[in-house]
C-alpha cells in the first residue's frame, strides 16, 4: 500500500500561499487611492487660469478632461516607481494623475489647487509624483503668465475707472456712479467678474461712459 505523506507538505503551501494571495487584496488598499494636495495662486479670473493651466499641462505633454465644473483631471500616467511583487502578481502597476481645480477668490485672483492622485506607490515615494515635484508646475503657471498673459477683459476707452470705496460692493458702486444698483451686471461683465462681491477693497473698476450718471446719451435718428 502507498503512502501519500510526503504530498502533505506541498498541499500545506498551497494553502498558505492560496491563503496569502486572498489577503493580499486588502494590503494593497493601505497604499492605493492616495492624493496629496498643494495650491497656488493667481491673479487672474477663475476662465483665464483655465487657459494657463491648460497651455501648462499641454507643454508637458499630459492628456487631460475639463469637467463641467472646470475643474480638471489629467489621464492616468504609469509611474517610474517598481510594483511590489504581490501587485505585480495582482496585475496593479503602479501610477499616477492629477486633479486640478479652480477656486475664485475675488478681485479676479483664482487659487489652483492640484491633488496627485497614486496607486499602488509606497507612501514614501508618492511626494515626488507632487505637480510642484514633478515638472514644477506652479513656476510654469507664472512663467507662462508672464510671457502670454490672458488679454485684459477691461476696456481702455469710452469709460472711467473708479475705486471702491471701503466695504463698497459692485452694487454700491453702481449705485454710486450710475444712480441704479441694478447696473452691477453690466459692470460686472465688462470688468470680467461674476458677483457683486467678487471684488477687493479700493479695487479699480471701469465703468462704460453710457451707464454713468448724468452722462450724455448720443442723439437718437429721427423717423422719416
Same mark, same amino acid.
Given at each position: 500500500?502507498k503512502?501519500?505523506?510526503?504530498?502533505? *507538505?506541498a498541499?500545506i503551501?498551497?494553502v498558505?500561499?492560496?491563503?496569502l494571495?486572498m489577503?493580499t *487584496?486588502?494590503? /494593497?488598499?493601505?497604499?492605493?487611492?492616495?492624493?496629496?494636495?498643494?495650491?497656488?495662486?493667481?491673479?487672474?479670473?477663475?476662465d483665464?487660469t483655465?487657459d494657463l /493651466?491648460?497651455?501648462v499641462? #499641454?507643454?508637458?505633454?499630459?492628456?487631460?478632461?475639463?469637467?463641467?465644473?472646470n475643474s480638471?483631471v489629467?489621464?492616468?500616467k504609469?509611474?517610474d516607481?517598481?510594483a511590489?511583487?504581490?501587485?505585480?502578481?495582482?496585475?496593479?502597476?503602479?501610477r499616477?494623475r492629477?486633479?486640478i481645480?479652480?477656486?475664485p477668490?475675488?478681485g479676479s485672483?483664482?487659487?489652483v489647487i /492640484?491633488? /496627485?492622485?497614486?496607486e499602488?506607490?509606497?507612501?514614501a515615494?508618492?511626494?515626488?509624483?507632487?505637480?510642484?515635484?514633478?515638472f514644477?508646475?506652479f513656476?510654469?503657471l507664472?512663467?507662462?503668465?508672464?510671457?502670454?498673459?490672458?488679454?485684459?477683459?477691461?476696456?481702455?476707452?469710452?469709460g472711467v475707472n473708479?475705486t471702491l470705496l471701503?466695504?463698497?460692493d459692485?452694487?454700491?458702486l453702481?449705485?454710486?456712479?450710475t444712480?441704479?444698483?441694478?447696473?452691477?451686471?453690466?459692470?460686472? %461683465? #465688462?470688468?470680467?467678474?461674476?458677483?457683486?462681491?467678487?471684488?477687493?477693497?479700493?479695487?479699480t473698476?471701469w465703468?462704460? %461712459?453710457s451707464?454713468i450718471?448724468g452722462?450724455?446719451?448720443?442723439?437718437?435718428?429721427?423717423?422719416?
Amino acid at each position: 500500500m502507498k503512502r501519500h505523506k510526503p504530498f502533505l *507538505p506541498a498541499v500545506i503551501a498551497m494553502v498558505w500561499f492560496g491563503c496569502l494571495l486572498m489577503a493580499t *487584496p486588502l494590503a /494593497v488598499r493601505a497604499d492605493s487611492d492616495v492624493a496629496v494636495g498643494e495650491q497656488h495662486e493667481m491673479p487672474f479670473p477663475a476662465d483665464q487660469t483655465l487657459d494657463l /493651466v491648460e497651455g501648462v499641462l #499641454r507643454g508637458e505633454g499630459l492628456l487631460f478632461d475639463v469637467l463641467p465644473d472646470n475643474s480638471i483631471v489629467t489621464l492616468w500616467k504609469p509611474a517610474d516607481t517598481s510594483a511590489g511583487f504581490f501587485h505585480s502578481l495582482a496585475g496593479m502597476n503602479p501610477r499616477y494623475r492629477y486633479e486640478i481645480t479652480l477656486v475664485p477668490e475675488g478681485g479676479s485672483k483664482t487659487k489652483v489647487i /492640484v491633488n /496627485v492622485r497614486t496607486e499602488y506607490i509606497p507612501e514614501a515615494e508618492i511626494a515626488k509624483y507632487k505637480a510642484s515635484q514633478r515638472f514644477n508646475m506652479f513656476k510654469e503657471l507664472d512663467q507662462l503668465a508672464a510671457d502670454l498673459p490672458p488679454a485684459s477683459r477691461t476696456p481702455n476707452r469710452g469709460g472711467v475707472n473708479f475705486t471702491l470705496l471701503p466695504n463698497e460692493d459692485l452694487k454700491g458702486l453702481a449705485r454710486r456712479v450710475t444712480g441704479n444698483a441694478d447696473n452691477w451686471k453690466a459692470i460686472a %461683465d #465688462r470688468n470680467g467678474l461674476t458677483s457683486p462681491t467678487d471684488v477687493t477693497p479700493f479695487q479699480t473698476i471701469w465703468v462704460p %461712459d453710457s451707464l454713468i450718471k448724468g452722462a450724455t446719451q448720443p442723439p437718437q435718428p429721427r423717423s422719416p
